[in-house]
């Protein structure tokens, strides 16, 4: 495909798909805004093409993503004995996190996710974040360690992250925040999504609240609650999940995306 800008063309691009047409009509782009940034517009358009069809063979079948969910094992023992439960990190409306420390050895840290989970669904969704954090392990997304069922209540042990998360940052440095700064906290979220896509995986509750930051200055995304992953079977996607602000347009609409 070869794309050049020619204003005297249809929508100012010479070389359009009818799709991509369509799709600058549906989106109010103007010739204007070709004539404005038109290299810009066609490197869009070029990924756009690129990437608008996954071959199969880059997808998992539905049989080998849920042999990956079965390889999620609960541990029947019981934490508190493993591990020092020390303060209480924060609090949702499904689980509470705290700070854990293993009793043998105190420089082994991690966060705990605590919650009861009565349903035999909320604990096969749990078993699919474990599997998609584990088989997108990157060092820009955030680590799991383990999980235990113990007394009806299910203890999610994840890679602690000293520094919280990036939206108390944020807060913390209102308009203090160098761009330079900025630039590097998205490319390190940027990396991490990479690993995700890679796998053909999708997030979908990414925000500032799911970015997570050592004091090291690493960043990482968290929370897969609500990823997913893309399969031979399914490779659209049409479920409306993940937190309004920040959903994309195409979720809100309830249009297939990938």
């Known amino acids: 495909m070869h794309l050049e800008v020619d204003l005297n063309s249809p929508c100012g691009i010479k070389g359009l798909t009818p799709d991509m047409m369509k799709l600058f009509t549906k989106n109010d782009i103007s010739k204007e805004m070709i004539k404005d940034n038109p290299q810009v517009m066609i490197q869009i358009m070029t990924g756009l093409e690129a990437k608008q069809e996954i071959p199969d063979n880059a997808l998992l079948t539905d049989n080998e993503f849920n042999e990956q969910i079965k390889r999620v094992n609960f541990l029947p023992d019981n934490p508190n004995e493993l591990y020092r439960f020390a303060k209480q990190l924060g609090k949702g409306a499904m689980c509470t996190v705290y700070h854990a420390f293993n009793r043998k050895n105190a420089e082994e840290c991690w966060a705990v996710r605590v919650m009861k989970v009565p349903e035999q669904e909320i604990l096969h969704k749990i078993k ?3 599997a998609v954090m584990t088989m997108c392990a990157n060092k820009n997304i955030v680590n799991y360690h383990a999980s235990y069922y113990y007394m009806n209540c299910l203890f999610m042990f994840i890679e602690f992250m000293d ?6 940052i944020i807060y913390q440095n209102l308009k203090k925040i160098p761009e330079k700064i900025c630039a590097y906290i998205m490319k390190e979220i940027l990396q991490g999504l990479k690993a995700l896509h890679d796998h053909k995986q999708i997030h979908r509750d990414l925000k500032s609240d799911n970015i997570l930051v050592a004091r090291d200055g690493t960043i990482k995304v968290a929370d897969f609650g609500f990823a997913i992953q893309l399969t031979k079977e399914q490779k659209n996607r049409k479920s ?6 920040w959903m994309a347009p ?8 990938n």
């Open 163 to 168: 520094g919280g998360a990036l939206t108390d």
């Open 128 to 130: 699919i974040e474990a």
């Open 250 to 257: 195409e979720l809100i609409k309830k249009e297939p995306y």
């Open 240 to 245: 409306v999940v993940g937190t309004p602000a």
